[in-house]
């Protein structure tokens, strides 16, 4: 069964603080492909990354870092030096067999 | 207008209205896709259109019925529906190459639907 779990439904940190989304996927299949949507209060989910199976690269991007371990079947999301315009829902999710697989999403309240 | 557009923003209707959503796309991609995002759950596919042609139903009621009239413009009318309908509607697009999965998806800002 293909599954996403992103088990901190909330989090709060101050503003500069680092913080990390944990999302652990469930698949049988070895080619997949995985994502990260950020859906900010307006409401509108914005791509953040996609990240291919064979790819077991960590990703970096600004504050922004993406960490893959295929032996855990985890794919967390860091924040480095927070800002209150982090303030939003994340969303990890799971392509596999052209099924586009969603996590319930992480609430991060960033506060100043 | 750039990126993936959607109209209304908000809608208010009763049981018994008919009324569509509209969602365009400005990216020059080839598929689109409704979802469905209700508070506390999560997000859920409910149609999928590919070069126009519809792919995936996912069990959607047919008191939801989806239109593709080419592939910028996608429709989504609404007629009958039920107070538990209510939700935000997010229309997405995406370029699908032959033989890829899918690449990255595009979203609009959502239509908030209330069902009274």
Known sequence: ??????????????????VTLDCVYETR??????????????GELVFLI?????????????????????????????ITASQVVDSAVYFCALNSNYQLIWGAGTKLIIKP | ETGVTQTPRHLVMG?????SLKCEQHLGHNAMYWYKQSAKKPLELMFVYNFKEQTENNSVPSRFSPECPNSSHLFLHLHTLQPEDSALYLCASSQRASGE????????????????
């Open chain 1, 1 to 18: 069964a293909q599954k996403v779990t992103q088990a901190q439904t909330e989090i709060s940190v101050v503003e500069k603080e680092d």
């Open chain 1, 29 to 42: 299949d070895t080619t997949y492909y995985l994502f990260w949507y950020k859906q900010p209060p307006s």
């Open chain 1, 50 to 78: 996609r990240r291919n199976s064979f790819d077991e690269q960590n990703e970096i991007s600004g504050r922004y870092s993406w960490n893959f371990q295929k032996s855990t079947s985890s794919f967390n999301f860091t």
């Open chain 2, 15 to 19: 049981m018994t209205n008919k009324k």
């Open chain 2, 101 to 116: 999965q899918w690449s990255e998806q595009y979203f609009g800002p959502g239509t908030r639907l209330t069902v009274t």
